[in-house]
């Protein structure tokens, strides 16, 4: 019992961990500083991070093949190049190894039943993924799919650690009270909320490539209300001529989709509500409908920020990519609620 424990709690802190590293990711972009270690795994061939603008030079000098899409003149400021770094030593030094570690005590059970064994694999098997990713990211120089494709891996190696963590309670002999959810209203409504999940994950994944496509943020102008929010450019409708340019517009409908199906599903939950007396899952989507309407605000206040001398405000934009991951969590965590309890019953 002592073991289940520390591997129970030790699977919540890496939950805590990942999404601090999720966080940091953002941070990294919104200060511009995604290729500021050039090399992977060191940085600019070294393990710290306090690379002196010389250093920088001599660098570049000595390895020409890395320069990045900024140019061998650009110099990367101490605290861009700590971003970066502390995001790799907070995945590299602790949570990869960490992962590993909570994998040996969980087989170390003498049985610890498939659903244990296949979750703590997954979450190894994701986090070494996620390693590879990471370094393809570098690789790229940020190229846009390739972001999008990190953190959609850190968005699912996230929810594994969640699976992992709740079935290690399941096994314990008891289910969170927040996770239990009326079989009748599960049965019907697992399709449903698989297909909210999926959409927001596509929302915050076609939002990944308006932040990292060069100009696509400006690409329903800058004109403030309502040319630029809610219309684009001026116009409610238009023809899609280049897809990543344009990434903004295609987004902006994704979200809208969402919000109609959000709200439908919030509803239509509540209008359900006698057949479910502890209301659990209309809880989780009233939940993840409200992160999701609050996060299109957010969205709308980004685009109107503009100015002439500042450009966007860039903490909106983090503010957005981390109520678009809470979001898809929660969805994620409401489907995983009523797999369980469907499956229970079964």
């Known amino acids: 019992m002592t073991e289940w424990k520390v591997s129970k709690s030790l699977t919540a802190w890496l939950l805590g961990l990942t999404i601090v590293v999720i966080v940091l ?40 093949d890395e320069i990045d899409s900024r140019g061998s003149g650009h110099r990367y400021s101490t605290f861009q190049i700590f971003t970066e770094w502390f995001h790799r030593f907070l995945a590299g030094v602790f949570l990869g190894p960490l992962v590993l570690v909570n994998w040996y005590f969980l087989r170390k059970e003498e049985d610890p039943g ?20 990471g370094w393809l990211t570098v690789e790229m120089d940020n190229l846009h799919w390739s972001v999008a494709l990190h953190l959609s891996s850190a968005l699912a190696f996230t929810i594994s650690m969640f699976w992992l963590w709740l079935t290690i309670t399941i096994v314990e002999g008891r289910i969170p009270s927040w996770m239990k959810i009326e079989h009748g209203i599960s049965r019907r409504w697992r399709g449903r909320v698989t297909w909210l999940s999926i959409g927001a994950f596509v929302s915050i994944f076609s939002g990944t490539f308006v932040s990292t496509t060069p100009g696509a943020n ?9 040319d630029s929010w809610p219309l684009c450019g001026g116009a409610l409708m238009g023809s899609v001529e280049d897809l990543m340019l344009q990434s903004q517009f295609i987004h902006r409908w994704l979200v809208g989709l969402m919000l109609i199906s959000m709200g439908a599903a919030s509803y239509f939950i509540w209008k359900e509500g006698k057949e479910d007396s502890k209301h659990t899952l209309r809880n989780w989507i009233w939940l993840a409908t409200g992160i999701f309407a609050t ?5 709308a206040i980004y685009v109107i920020s503009w ?3 500042e450009g966007f405000f860039e903490f909106l934009s ?29």
């Open 307 to 309: 100015n002439m001398e």
């Open 218 to 226: 400006l690409g329903c102008g800058v004109d403030g209300m309502p």
């Open 25 to 64: 990711g953002g941070l990294i972009r919104i200060y511009d500083a995604g290729e500021s270690c050039p090399d992977w795994p060191l940085c600019f061939g070294t393990l710290g991070f306090d690379v002196s603008e010389e250093e920088q030079e001599a660098w570049w000098t000595e390895n020409p």
């Open 295 to 299: 996060n299109a605000s957010i969205g």
């Open 114 to 133: 498939k659903e244990i064994r296949f979750a703590s694999t997954l979450t190894v098997i994701l986090i070494i993924w996620q390693g590879a990713i």
């Open 318 to 346: 983090l503010v957005h990519l981390v109520l678009a991951s809470l979001t898809f969590l929660t969805m994620a965590a409401a489907w995983i609620g009523c797999v369980i309890s469907t499956e229970e019953v079964a």
